[in-house]
């Protein structure tokens, strides 16, 4: 409000040139979203699992797990290395290897927690007569 006019002193010439070389840097596109979404989905997923298993087996249960101090510990040390810019972090790449690592342990994690209790309740899965 009021009566001089909004001046910029400096405006930035935008062209079709700087434009796209923005988007290029700075686009890491849905599929960078859908890692994370993925990444938080898998350690909730391994965490519930392992609540389930905990009262079926009437164990403690400990949300500590070596899987989630894992990630939270690769994590800090991606923030810490590039805070302190030691290299150049592609973060991208990081987030979907962590990702794939994550749901790999998930997966054995499931297998092996089926075996485990069908071997105790003498029922066959994974055999074919």
């Not at 849905?30 to 965490?47: A, D, I, T």
């Not at 994550?102 to 029922?123: F, N, P």
Request: net charge positive.
């Amino acid at each position: 409000m009021g009566q001089d006019p909004i001046k910029i002193q400096n405006p930035i010439k935008v062209t079709n040139e700087s434009a796209r070389e923005w988007k290029d840097s700075n686009d890491y596109g849905q599929l960078f979203l859908l890692m994370h979404y993925l990444l938080y989905l898998f350690v909730g997923l391994y965490l519930t699992l392992k609540i389930m298993v905990a009262k079926v087996t009437k164990t403690e249960f400990n949300p500590y797990s070596k899987l989630f101090i894992a990630v939270v510990t690769v994590f800090i040390v991606l923030c810490l290395v590039s805070a302190f810019k030691i290299g150049d972090v592609n973060f991208k790449m990081s987030l979907t290897l962590i990702t794939s690592i994550v749901g790999g342990l998930l997966c054995k994690y499931i297998v092996t927690v089926t075996v485990e209790i069908t071997s105790i309740l003498g029922i066959e899965v994974f055999t074919t007569k």
